[in-house]
């Protein structure tokens, strides 16, 4: 099994910026493909879970919603087995519990989107954008 822990998560005002980490330990082989997603409570109790960004570690593919295309960057160090989430020009739409997610199979540009495609989850971190 592999294990993700992610960290970062903070309060910045609109405008600033945020580095999210996301670190994987176990049998990391497992966490070929890895993303993020955000999830924001909805009226009626809904939270709806959004992927912001994705990479396959084998190819390289990197992938990013079109709302924060240009304003997030997704990395990794593969020697600390760790992928960051790096955020600016941050906005209150912003504001979610943001996951880590990762999974042994690679990922394209569909699939990367599908929260039903990554196996393994964090608890989570979260990020508070005020205006």
């Known amino acids: 099994q592999v294990q993700l822990v992610e960290s970062g998560g903070g309060s910045v005002q609109a405008g600033g910026s945020l580095t999210l980490s996301c670190a994987a330990s176990?049998?990391?082989?497992?966490?070929?493909?890895l993303a993020w997603f955000r999830q924001v409570p909805v009226k009626e109790r809904e939270a709806v879970r959004e992927?912001?960004?994705?990479?396959?570690?084998?190819?390289?593919?990197?992938y990013y919603a079109d709302s924060v295309k240009g304003r997030f960057t997704m990395s990794r160090d593969s020697a600390k087995n760790t992928v960051y989430l790096q955020m600016n020009s941050l906005a209150p739409e912003d504001t979610a519990l943001y996951y880590c997610a990762a999974d042994r199979f690679g990922i394209d540009g569909i699939t990367w989107k599908d929260q039903g495609w990554y196996t393994t989850w964090g608890q989570g971190t979260r990020v508070t954008v005020s205006s």
């Open positions: 176990g049998e990391t082989y497992l966490a070929r493909s």
């Open positions: 992927a912001v960004a994705g990479i396959d570690t084998h190819t390289g593919g990197t």
